[in-house]
């Protein structure tokens, strides 16, 4: 899917898209603009308004468009 047609996508299903260092997409609900992965459980994610202290064990992922 190019690049439009995925953002157009996400924008229909109110989603955005971070990457997850793992060629692997993540979405998130566009109320979120903030998305962190547990470095322990690299299944675990979590989503927040604004930026918070989720500690050490938490990396923020990059919003891929």
Do not use: C
């Amino acid at each position: 899917m190019d690049r439009v047609n995925a953002m157009r996508s996400e924008a229909i299903r109110g989603v955005n898209s971070y990457s997850n260092g793992e060629d692997s997409v993540v979405e998130a609900d566009v109320r979120f603009d903030r998305v962190y992965r547990n470095d322990s459980y690299s299944d675990l994610y979590a989503a927040a308004e604004g930026e918070i202290d989720m500690g050490s064990d938490w990396t923020i992922l990059k919003k891929r468009y």
